[in-house]
C-alpha cells in the first residue's frame, strides 16, 4: 500500500482572488507532462496549460485519465504535491498569445456530409 495521497484539485481562477493569473501554453504536438497519482498508479497527464497566480503560486491545467478507464477529464493542480511528478518537458518555448499551432483542430467537413479527417 502506498503512502502516496491524491493530489488535490485546484479552484478555478475567480475575480475575488485579484488580479488573473498569467496562463502559458505549448503547441498539441509539444507539450510537457506530469504524471498524477491516482487509484494507485502514476496516470499520463499532457499539459494544458500553467497558470502563474498573482500570489506567486503555480497551477497546472492537465488532461488524466484518473481511473484508468480512458475518461479523460481536466484537471488543475497547484504545483508542487507529493502525488505529482515531472513526466517529460517540452522543447518549445510556451506562449501567452493564442494562435492556431497552440489548440486543438476541429475535424473539417466532407463534400456531401460526414467527416475528413484531421
Known amino acids: 500500500m502506498s503512502t502516496i495521497e491524491e493530489p ?17 501554453t505549448w503547441p498539441t ?3 510537457p507532462a506530469l504524471r498524477v497519482w491516482s487509484a494507485g498508479r502514476w496516470r499520463y ?28 477529464r481536466a484537471r488543475t493542480y497547484q504545483w508542487p504535491q507529493l502525488g505529482l511528478r515531472v513526466a517529460h518537458g517540452s522543447s518549445s518555448t510556451p506562449s501567452r498569445a493564442a494562435d492556431a499551432t497552440r489548440q486543438g483542430t476541429m475535424p473539417r467537413a466532407r463534400p456531401g456530409g ?4 484531421g
Open 114 to 117: 460526414g467527416v475528413a479527417p
Open 29 to 31: 504536438g509539444d507539450r
Open 45 to 72: 497527464a499532457p499539459v494544458m496549460a500553467r497558470q502563474d497566480w498573482p500570489d506567486g503560486t503555480v497551477r497546472y491545467q492537465v488532461e488524466v485519465d484518473l481511473l484508468g478507464d480512458t475518461s479523460v
Open 8 to 24: 488535490e484539485p485546484s479552484r478555478p481562477w475567480r475575480p475575488e482572488d485579484g488580479p488573473e493569473p498569467a496562463v502559458w
